[in-house]
Structure formats: C-alpha cells, structure tokens
C-alpha cells in the first residue's frame, strides 16, 4: 500500500474548492429558487452565503488538525468513536454517486435547449462528462488540480461577465412585490440552496495531498469563499433585477440572463460554461469521493481492495473504476424517467445538510478555541434549520443510518476482494 502523494498548493486548493461548491446549481437555482419564493429569495442567498463562512472555516480548522482523506467520516470518528465515523461513510456513499450524475444531466440539459439535441444525446453528453472526471483524476493529483483551477478562473470571468452585461436591464419595479408567495417558499428554499453551497468538505478530503495544510488549507478557503459568495449573489441580484425567471425558465435561468446582454450569440457562451461549471464540480467531487472511499477502506468500514493506490499516479483507481458503476446506473434511470429537477437535488442535499450537522458537531467537540468552537455551534444551528425544511427527502439519510447499523451488527466490509 503507497500513500497519497503531496503535491497540492492552496491554489490547487482554491481551485478544488470554488470548483467543488461553484456547481450546476448557479445555472439553475437563482431563477428556480426565485420561481418559489419571489425577490424575497434573495435574503436566502445572502443569508446562506454568510451563514456558509463559519462552516467553510469550521471544515478548514479540522482538515488543518485532523489530515485526513476521509474528511467529515474522520472528524466524527475522532470525535464520537468507529460507529459514527461508519455511518458519515455510508451517507457519503449515498451523495456522490446520485449528485455527480445529478449535476451532469442539469449541465447537458443547457447544451441540449440550445443544440436541440435528444434526450439520449443529452444523457450520452453527461456520461461523457463524468467519464472524463474519472479519467483525470485517475492520472494524477496535480493534473486534477491544474484542471480546476483553470477551469475555475475561465468560470469566475465568463459569470462576471455575465452579472455586468445583465445589470443595464435591471428594473426596480422587479423586487416588488417582495413575499408573492408568503414565507414558507423563502424556507424551501434555503433547503434547496444547500445544494449551491455544498462542497467545502472536500477540501477536506484532499487535505492529505496538500504541500503544507496548515498554511495552504485556510488560504484557500479564504479565496474561495470570496469567489464564490460574491459571484452567487451578484448572479441572484441580477436574476431577480431583470426577472428573468417564472414558470418555463428555471431549466435555463443563467442563459436567459446572458442573453439580455448579449443577444441569442453570447447565450452560446453559455453553453459553454455550463459543460465547464458541471465539469468543475463533477471533477473535485469524484477527487473527494474516491478518498473518502479510499480512506473508509483503510480504517476498515469499507473492503480493503478500495484502500490500493495505482502503483504510479498514486490515486484511488479502483474507486475511481468503480464509481463508474453508479453513474451509469443514474443515467439509465434519468434516460428512462427524467426527474423533476426541484427533486433531483433536494435528495442528496438532506445527506449534504445531515452530513455538515455532524461535522459541526465534531467541531464543537474538537477545536478548542472559543472562536472556532462558536463557529461550529453556529454552523450546527443553522444547518439544523435547513433539515427541517427537506420534508420527505429527510427519510433518505434516517434509511442509510438504519443500514449502516445493521452492517454494523453484522460486519462484512473488511472482506478482501
């Protein structure tokens, strides 16, 4: 068994991050979570994007204390013992696998409104888009991470671009009235904004790789969360300013707003950064993903052949391998019945909310500064509010606790394969 290789700086870090939470979910949920809550849905983006601060730099202070590829799984094994560490494993299993191929189908969904294509295309297009995630980072972590970032800085243009070109359309008059539909849309939102925001724990999974962590982890967070707060709600400022969403436009919210801009050619340009937005997120999930998997593996939840690295890239292949089972799985069940979108994410954001819900609780437990425990506690609090708003999505996470117990009673994953 080799050891992962430190090869990542805090760019390669920054780069991971914005590329991990920058996701599919800007193409679609500022005019989606408008359509649901009105301008009012705005606070939540605001709300949300502040409220992510203290949970982004809780993650980071564990991945600076606690190295270690499995991410939340390892605080909360450090934290509250095996079993817990086991059961953050299994719902982690539950969220890549659906989400990845989540975020590719709302991707290529942009390519197929403008190139027309059909819906197999269009699932064969978000099939190619993971099978390239899976292939460079099966190559190596400062490919993977080279990648990202480029990716990364050509995003952070294109949608600053974007929120400038769009704001000469922007009416007043669009923010009222500012509670159309009362407050309860304004709390189902912010369940499903969870989406948008999810990915700050995969830094953590990388953390392993980095050069230096104790520097290169909090700044790249630091930059990251920057990037990413200003341009999510610069992009909902403009979507409500030009109301540019309603009933017919949540599939492509992003490009209605680029065409107000620059007409029915710039909307191509999104075409564009939609394959690069998916790409980006899909590339640093499968990255976190594996090492999870790989570090489950080592610490004995999950079979031991997941816990080999290639003898030369030095990555988790045999995860990486077998991800691709799920992904084709998802896509057969998308190409036979498509999801409604609203459900589509909604799902794997209970898993992500419950899955920060123990990490903040691990870093209450852990971090011994006042400031840092006061930021989990926050962190905590506030991702509780946002379960109680997931409805029936919640007895997801509840069913893959239950089957993490029962594995638990009975013990098969330390099988040699």
């Given at each position: ?10 760019r ?13 979910g800007?193409l ?15 606070w939540?983006?605001?709300l949300i ?5 203290p949970i ?5 202070q564990l991945?600076?204390?606690?190295p ?10 450090e ?5 817990s ?18 975020a590719?189908?709302?991707g ?16 064969g ?18 490919l993977?991470?080279?990648?990202a ?14 929120v ?9 008059r669009s923010?009222s ?14 369940a499903?904004?969870?989406?948008a925001f ?11 790789e980095?050069?230096n962590p104790?520097i290169d982890?909090?700044?790249?967070l ?16 403009v979507?409500i ?13 992003l490009?209605q707003?680029?065409g107000?801009?620059l007409g029915?050619?710039?909307m191509?340009?999104?075409?564009v950064?939609?394959i690069?937005?998916?790409?980006g ?9 594996s ?20 003898g ?14 799920p992904f084709?799985l998802v896509?057969?069940v998308?190409w036979v ?11 794997p954001?209970?898993i ?10 691990a ?17 905590l609090g506030?991702s ?14 509840l ?7 029962v ?11």
């Amino acid at each position: 068994m080799t050891t992962l290789k430190r090869a990542l700086t805090w760019r390669e870090g920054a780069g991971f991050t914005v590329a991990a939470v920058l996701g599919s979910g800007v193409l679609v949920l500022p005019s989606l979570t408008a359509t649901m809550a009105g301008p009012a849905s705005l606070w939540v983006w605001v709300l949300i994007s502040l409220a992510m601060i203290p949970i982004a730099l809780t993650l980071g202070q564990l991945a600076v204390r606690y190295p270690d590829a499995g991410g939340i799984a390892a605080y909360v094994r450090e934290a509250f013992g095996t079993f817990s560490g086991r059961v953050i494993g299994y719902l982690y299993l539950a969220t890549v696998p659906v989400a990845a191929p989540a975020a590719a189908v709302i991707g290529m969904d942009y390519v197929r409104a403008f190139l027309h294509w059909s819906w197999p295309l269009t699932i064969g297009g978000a099939a190619i888009i993971l099978a390239g995630a899976i292939m460079a980072n099966y190559l190596g972590v400062e490919l993977s991470g080279r990648t990202a970032t480029i990716i990364v800085v050509i995003i952070a243009v294109v949608m600053l671009a974007a929120v400038i070109l769009a704001m000469p359309h922007m009416n007043s008059r669009s923010f009222s009235p500012w509670l159309p539909h009362g407050w309860i849309p304004v709390g189902q939102s912010l369940a499903l904004l969870f989406w948008a925001f999810v990915g700050w724990e995969m830094l953590g999974h990388m953390a392993e790789e980095f050069v230096n962590p104790t520097i290169d982890v909090p700044r790249s967070l630091a930059l990251a969360i920057m990037v990413i707060d200003v341009l999510y709600v610069a992009v909902s400022v403009v979507t409500i300013g030009t109301h540019t969403y309603g009933p017919g436009k949540t599939g492509d919210g992003l490009a209605q707003l680029v065409g107000l801009g620059l007409g029915r050619e710039g909307m191509a340009v999104i075409v564009v950064l939609a394959i690069l937005v998916t790409y980006g997120t899909i590339h640093t999930y499968v990255a976190g993903f594996s090492r999870l998997v790989y570090a489950q593996s080592r610490a004995g939840d999950l079979p031991l052949a997941f816990a080999q690295l290639h003898g030369r890239f030095r990555t988790p292949s045999r995860v990486l391998i077998a991800l691709a089972v799920p992904f084709v799985l998802v896509l057969v069940v998308e190409w036979v019945h498509p999801l409604d979108l609203s459900q589509l994410i909604v799902w794997p954001s209970a898993i992500f909310i419950v899955l920060y819900i123990a990490a903040m609780a691990a870093g209450w437990r852990l971090l011994a500064k006042p400031r840092h425990r006061a930021a989990a506690v926050f962190g905590l609090g506030f991702s509780i509010v946002a379960l109680s708003f997931v409805g029936w999505a919640l007895v997801l996470p509840l069913v893959i606790i239950a089957a993490a117990w029962v594995e638990g009673k009975f013990p098969v994953a330390a099988t040699k394969m």
